[in-house]
């Protein structure tokens, strides 16, 4: 008798022995025949498998691979009506809007990091999808732990684009007082934690958030966006670990755009992606069509449920594509082809996929998407020329918000920092800071 598991057979025999009728005599099996028949299932701890005497390895080459989730076809068409997360006109317009005005504040500030005007920036482009899919699926009171390429998911939450600006000039008006790279948000109002830049460090303190939440019983959870290159962190394995061994309500979001930094997945690992992992760790698992907003949404909505509900971690890997560079300090030509990146753009876009899902409706025409695209570049320019005008923080506060209150040693510096520069006030730009309030 074959018995198939996912993709695999082991055989279990049974050998058959002839009943002779006539002289009603039985041959017995010799013992020790078969294992399979004379022991119980193995009872080692932590595996859970069957004997077999057969000496064969798991291959990983003749395993098919885990399918990827869809909603939408390329022409943008729901093929499964039953999949279809009905979602009205304007919460589908939201998102297009979220996802363009995203689009935009990006092409702007990118420039402006060129132009010399800010020092440092990364788009998001092609990833448009997993920002906003995944937070619309969210309760706003879930926290989110990003990597640093999960703006969208901030703006879907309220963050205005005076802050974005602010923050990435790192003027008077930024939350975090200047003390950031830029693109390194974070908004206790959103309940988004702020971003660090060394990979995967947000991973193992997303897991100790929502052990506390689930502690707390307050039936939230916690999601925690990292990338394919990420997940080759040790962090990421403990975080993977802890959390299933702790039953934490905590979404894992893998976006995987294909090359980290710069590194092709090819290069970065041999196994299935990064969602083969899952199972491995003992989570629930799904695959999905990072650049269908509509999967992207049903899975998250779905991983939520089982997150809250169940206690449980569960694993997304949504499949995308960086159509931009990995930021302003990488220029992607060096790593691949021009036609790749043009291919992407033109025929699988989150944007322009969801577009034509909203022509299609009758939703969207031409004459919205010309007036929508002049108010959004407006909208930007606007918070733009009003962040670039305003003073840097006032520089005491480097010496503020560490302690809850300023220790001697720190009161001490700060005093000595006064004086020399009253002293040499002539050689330090002072005019381009804030005055202490």
Not at 289 to 298: K, R, S
Not at 305 to 325: F, S, W
Not at 378 to 396: C, D, G, I, S
Request: proline share 5%; with cysteine.
């Amino acid at each position: 008798m074959a018995i198939r598991l996912g993709t695999w057979y082991a055989n279990v025999g049974r050998r058959v022995f002839p009943l002779f009728a006539r002289n009603v005599i039985r041959i017995e099996p010799p013992k020790m025949l078969c294992s399979s028949m004379t022991e119980d299932k193995p009872n080692f701890p932590g595996s859970r498998s069957q004997w077999t005497e057969k000496l064969e390895f798991v291959q990983p080459d003749l395993y098919d691979g885990i399918p990827v989730y869809r909603v939408m076809d390329r022409n943008s068409d729901v093929i499964n009506p039953d999949h279809d997360p009905q979602l009205d006109e304007n919460t589908v317009v939201k998102m297009y809007h979220r996802m363009t005005l995203l689009n935009t504040m990006d092409r702007i500030m990118y420039e402006s990091q060129r132009q010399g005007r800010i020092s440092f920036y990364m788009t998001n482009y092609g990833e448009e999808g997993t920002h906003i899919g995944s937070a619309a699926a969210l309760n706003p009171d879930d926290v989110v732990y990003g990597q640093y390429r999960e703006a969208g998911v901030l703006m879907w939450r309220g963050f205005t684009l005076d802050k974005f600006m602010n923050q990435c000039y790192g003027n008077e008006g930024d939350i975090g007082k200047g003390r950031q790279m830029p693109v390194h948000y974070g908004s206790t109002e959103h309940n988004f934690v702020t971003i660090s830049s060394p990979l995967a460090t947000q991973m193992p303190q997303a897991v100790g958030t929502a052990y506390s939440l689930k502690r707390a019983q307050k039936g939230l959870c916690v999601i925690c966006y990292f990338g394919e290159g990420t997940s080759s962190e040790g962090d990421a394995h403990a975080a993977f670990n802890f959390s299933a061994t702790l039953d934490c309500p905590i979404i894992f979001f893998c976006r995987n755009n294909g090359y980290a930094i710069s590194t092709p997945t090819s290069e970065q690992y041999r196994g299935d992606g990064v969602a083969s992992r899952g199972p491995a760790y003992g989570m629930a698992t799904i695959r999905v069509d990072g650049n269908d907003v509509f999967a992207v949404y049903n899975a998250t909505k779905a991983a939520r449920d089982i997150a809250v509900k169940e206690n449980r971690p569960v694993l997304i890997e949504a499949m995308t594509y960086r159509i931009g560079h990995h930021s302003t300090s990488d220029d992607s030509s060096a790593y691949r082809s021009v036609d790749e990146v043009r291919n992407w753009d033109a025929k699988r876009h989150p944007i322009a996929r969801l577009r034509t899902y909203m022509v299609n409706k009758n939703w969207w025409n031409d004459d919205k998407e010309k007036q929508w695209k002049d108010d959004c570049k407006r909208q930007v320019m606007q918070a733009f020329a009003r962040a670039e005008k305003r003073l840097k923080p006032n520089w005491k506060e480097m010496f503020t918000d560490v302690y809850a209150e300023v220790p001697e040693h720190i009161q001490s510096q700060m005093q000595y920092m006064v004086e020399h520069v009253k002293e040499y006030e002539e050689h330090y730009p002072v005019k381009n800071y804030a005055k202490e309030r």
